[in-house]
Structure formats: C-alpha cells, structure tokens
C-alpha cells in the first residue's frame, strides 16, 4: 500500500478529514515541481533530486524538503520552512492568519500547529502554499541555509 494512504489511515477520525483536506489543498495549490512523498516520517512537499541534485545539506541523499504536514499528539502540524527563510512571507501569513482566525496563532520557527480543527483557515493555506515555487525555495536556501558551499 502506499505509504501516504497508510499515514493517513491511521489518523483519528476526528482529525483525519481535515488532514485529508489540507493535504488536498497543498497539492492542488502548491507551485510544480515540488514532488509528495514520505519524508520526516510525514507526508512532505520536496524538491526532488532530479531538480535539485545537491540534495538536503544535512544528508545529501535526501531531497531538499520544504513543507509537511503531520499528525502529532495534540495537533496538526505544518511544517513550512519557506515561512522560516522568508521574513516577507512570515510576516504576511501572521496577519492574514490573525485576520481570519479568532483564537492566537500556535506557531514555532517553521511548524503551525493546529489545534481546533474547526478554526482551520484552508484559503489561506492554499494561499500560502502558492507563495513560492521551488525554483525561489532553492535560491532561498542556496543563499540563507547552504551557506556551507
């Protein structure tokens, strides 16, 4: 079976359908050339190898990731590392979310938590995820991150 389907058979009934639905979102919104697989543990948008042959700085083996999006304890978790490397774009997404959203943003360094499942602003997630295509993500992370090279 494929690994995603089973990520996302395991998921408790109450958050499976709007897991179901963001991760529909982020497919049909996020920009091509990010590739869906199992990274992390969690389904993950990456850049695959085949664009970006240098591969993740910490394991070059692995392709370069850039979003998540995961099931954990007491949330869904979005793990966006363009909000991370992008202050423009972390700033913008932190007062759309408090426009549209009654409860405070749950947010670290690049993981949007998710606690309310009924307080999910999906047009602004699809917003978000068409923000930066992977030709952007690459030079974000070849001139802020990859520093080593």
């Not at 639905?21 to 389904?43: A, C, R, V």
């Not at 042959?53 to 692995?62: C, I, N, S």
């Not at 009924?118 to 295509?133: G, V």
Request: with cysteine; hydrophobic share 35%; charged share 25%.
């Amino acid at each position: 079976m494929d690994p995603i389907q089973t990520y996302i058979e395991e998921i408790d009934e109450k958050r499976r359908p709007a897991y179901e639905k963001l991760l529909d979102i982020l497919k049909t919104n996020l920009p091509k050339d990010f590739e869906l697989k199992m990274q992390y543990g969690m389904p993950s948008f990456v850049v695959p190898r085949s664009l970006y042959p240098e591969g993740y700085h910490t394991d070059p083996k692995m392709d370069l990731p850039f979003l998540s999006l995961g099931i954990q304890k007491g949330h869904i978790g979005i793990y966006h590392l363009g909000i991370y490397a992008n202050e423009k774009l972390l700033s913008w997404f932190q007062e759309e979310y408090s426009k549209q959203v009654p409860t405070k943003l749950n947010m670290g360094k690049s993981c949007i938590r998710l606690t309310n499942v009924d307080n999910i602003p999906y047009d602004l997630f699809a917003k978000l995820a068409s923000q930066m295509s992977a030709q952007e993500w690459i030079s974000i992370y070849d001139n802020n991150i990859n520093k080593s090279k």
